[in-house]
């Protein structure tokens, strides 16, 4: 048709075929051959960090395990969420998902770390700068409302197939919140109180540090929760790419229609994905300076 | 002690501030310069001494906060100097600025600024810390600011816990704990309700006081800048339209504007019982017996006269009857009919606290001096007339300038008091009757 006359390629719809996916295609597998040793060095770190944990998490007895992340549940909020936590650990043991349950937690911790190691200081640096706060804002809408698995596309290229792409995928996925929590909460500290500090003849680093940081810190926790959140979503996803864990069962479960298998690997998720929120919430607001902060914008 | 120093300065925020400032020092208007920035602080002058309470006063958008802040480097001036003691503000590095910020001058804040998350000690100790003060005598000089503020039992405290009264009180002790010579305060009572207001400005006096700090006060509240200023620096639009002292300001305003803001302060708190007093009519020599205390009641065309001594001391007043009688009585010295109840006010005393005495005084109140000299009398006319503001040469619409005398009668005639002894006034008839019940009442 007139595509022949034009020499270009058209869509159904007449318009020129746009050849975007083609494009990212070929940049990535430039950027795989190119920083061919630095994606290597990034997966032997990575593998390591993950095996590390996943040993400290999977490695001792059921209940030892169990009964410290209960502790911490005490820690955090009280008696209540602690009995909760561990009646939903043996339920977890009891559909004999553990093993895979304390592998989908290394994953979501080692990858809300590496998210919140990258997240934080660039919502600092977004927070006192302007321009650095419009240029990330896109990005961050980009990688948050892009389909969670097409992450795993240009990792599982990169990476191969594995733990790695999931951790990954999952840290690209998750930042997005950390990022905007943290300038967020840095935006929002009085700007008086900085001032004084400024008046007082205090060095930016300190005003950081002594002000704003505290001050921020409920809000910031906040996105803290968010990330984890996020990457455990992830991680299940990630089990399409073999990362294990839960989502190895519940790909595995969808793959062959399995109901049961996909119900308990599910329910584990689900308990898994309470216990976090809950802790992770928890430690937001109990800390001393956090409630001195609610009770002060309380009081305005 | 350092004084501060601000030499032809502006700020303008904006796109091409500089270009505004061209304009501006070409004549340009505020309003003219719009396009290129939005100008804060025209031309600022101002020299403040070392241990001076020094009040920029201005309605919202004068441009006073903006000047403060340049005062302590908040802001840079876009043209002119700030000078701290010897120092440009202007032409420091920032590590050099932040050392001026520790040691020379520190600021209390509108809405307290206090660190949250702290206690109350640890705030008072917040620019100690930054000084490089270790713990221990960091934890002293905090708890002494607080005692000076009257909070030393609430340093273990969060800052919440505690009234927006208290809660500045900190923030001063803050500042106070910093112990810089210059004392920036913005807005610092502005938060509060008008009694603790009231409270902390007494407070700040009395501090002052002792301490002797350079103040630099801001506010847009009149009242306030008339009693804690020894100076007042009036802002409009971005100018410093006058700078004088409030007794300056109330009597020659420099103009529509400032005359217009002072009609409705209250002028009572402002001035002082020199600034109104006049000479007394009839003043008798203790020494000199009733016969010569009676002509001199005579010549002055009223009923009673002050009783001073040699060196003009005030002993009291004596009552032309009671003189007569002890002519009758054939007696040579004043002595026993002095009537020493009267009550006198010094020549600093605020108007607002003569009338009392006024009220309750059958003559004009006497001022007497720090010897208890008698140096002038406040008629109650006067003072009723001292509390009107000056006419201004245009007076705006609405505004209530009043300089007919008449409302001052109105006010008089309407005041449920005994007639006054007007001295000086020789159309009345004369003497001018002192009551006779008062007399008798204050024999009785």
Redesign the interface.
């Known amino acids: 048709m007139n595509a022949s006359i034009f020499a270009l390629d058209m869509t159904d719809e007449g318009v020129p075929r746009l050849p975007l996916g083609s494009w990212v295609s070929d940049a990535i597998s430039w950027i795989t051959s190119t920083f061919r040793g630095l994606f290597a060095a990034i997966k032997s770190v990575l593998e390591g960090a993950y095996d590390g944990l996943d040993t400290v998490l999977g490695g001792p007895p059921f209940w030892f395990i169990a009964v410290a992340l209960a502790l911490i549940a005490l820690f955090a909020k009280g008696w209540k969420l602690a009995v909760g936590s561990l009646v939903g650990f043996v339920v977890i043991a009891g559909v004999g998902q553990w093993g895979n349950a304390m592998d989908s937690l290394s994953l979501v911790i080692l990858a809300s770390v590496i998210a919140l190691l990258l997240a934080v200081p660039l919502g600092i640096w977004a927070a006192r700068n302007d321009r650095v706060s419009q240029a990330i804002r896109p990005v961050l809408d980009f990688m948050q409302t892009m389909p969670a698995f097409v992450y795993l596309i240009p990792t599982v290229v990169i990476f191969r197939v594995g733990v790695v792409p999931g951790i990954v995928a999952t840290v690209i996925f998750a930042m997005a919140p950390g990022v905007r929590f943290t300038e967020l909460g840095l935006r929002q500290v009085d700007r008086e109180v900085v001032e004084a500090g400024h008046a007082f003849g205090s060095s930016e680093g300190r005003i950081l540090r002594q002000i704003q940081l505290p001050l921020a810190m409920p809000t910031i926790m906040a996105g803290v929760n968010q990330v984890i959140m996020l990457a455990l979503s992830m991680v299940v996803i990630s089990g399409m790419v073999g990362a294990g864990g839960l989502g190895g069962d519940v790909v595995q479960a969808l793959n062959r229609v399995n109901v049961s298998l996909g119900f308990e690997a599910g329910l584990a998720v689900v308990i898994l994905a309470m216990f976090l929120d809950r802790v992770t919430s928890a430690l937001g607001t109990r800390s001393k300076t956090a409630k001195a902060v609610a009770a002060a914008s309380a009081s305005h | 002690m350092t004084g501060l120093r601000v030499e032809g300065v502006y700020k303008v925020f904006g796109r091409r501030p500089n270009e505004a400032v061209k304009r501006l020092r070409d004549g340009a208007t505020r309003e003219d310069v719009r396009q290129w920035g939005t100008a804060a602080v025209i031309d600022a002058d101002l020299q403040i001494a070392s241990g001076e309470t020094f009040v920029v006063m201005g309605l919202s958008g004068s441009g006073k906060s903006t000047l403060i802040r340049m005062l302590?480097g908040?802001w840079r001036p876009t043209a002119g100097r700030v000078l701290l003691g010897d120092d440009d503000l202007g032409a420091v590095s920032a590590a050099q600025?932040?050392?001026?910020?520790?040691?020379k001058v520190?600021?209390v804040?509108?809405?307290f600024?206090?660190?949250?998350?702290r206690t109350v000690r640890d705030n008072a100790a917040?620019?100690l810390a930054?000084?490089g003060v270790d713990k221990a005598e960091r934890r002293d000089k905090a708890q002494q600011a607080l005692e000076m503020v009257g909070l030393g039992q609430w340093g273990d405290s969060?800052?919440?816990e505690l009234s927006g009264g208290m809660r500045q009180r900190v923030g001063l002790a803050?500042a106070l704990a910093?112990d810089t010579d210059i004392l920036?305060m913005d807005e610092a009572f502005s938060a509060l309700d008008p009694l603790i207001r009231r409270e902390m400005q007494d407070q700040l006096l009395e501090l002052q006081q002792t301490l002797g700090k350079t103040i630099v006060f801001i506010t847009h509240d009149l009242n306030e800048a008339m009693y804690l200023g020894d100076r007042i620096a009036v802002m409009r639009d971005g100018r410093i339209v006058q700078v004088g002292t409030s007794e300056q300001i109330l009597s020659a305003p420099a103009d529509d504007y400032v005359a217009q803001f002072i009609a409705d302060v209250d002028r009572t708190r402002v001035l002082t019982a020199s600034s109104v007093m006049r000479r007394p009519a009839a003043v008798a020599f203790a020494g000199g017996g009733p016969r010569l205390a009676l002509r001199t009641m005579r010549d002055a065309q009223v009923a009673a006269a002050y009783v001073v001594d040699r060196a003009r001391v005030l002993k009291g007043i004596v009552r032309d009857a009671d003189a007569v009688d002890a002519t009758r009585a054939n007696k040579d010295t004043l002595e026993g009919i002095v009537d020493t109840s009267l009550t006198s006010v010094s020549v600093d005393t605020p108007l607002s606290d003569v009338f009392a005495p006024a009220a309750e005084s059958p003559l004009p109140v006497p001022v007497t001096d720090e010897k208890g000299r008698l140096v002038g009398v406040i008629p109650r006319a006067t003072l009723l007339e001292a509390m009107v503001p000056p006419e201004t040469h245009t007076p705006a619409e609405g505004t209530p300038v009043a300089a007919e005398p008449t409302p001052v009668l109105d006010t008089a005639d309407a005041a449920p008091l005994a007639p006054l002894s007007v001295p000086g006034l020789p159309d009345e008839p004369a003497p001018a009757p002192v009551p006779a019940d008062d007399t008798t009442e204050v024999r009785a």
Do not use: C, G, K, T
Not at chain 2, 97 to 103: F, G, V
Not at chain 2, 113 to 117: E, V
């Open positions: 302590n908040l600025l932040r050392s001026i910020r520790q040691r520190s600021m804040f509108q809405h600024a206090l660190l949250p998350h917040y620019p930054l000084q969060l800052p919440h803050r910093a920036l």
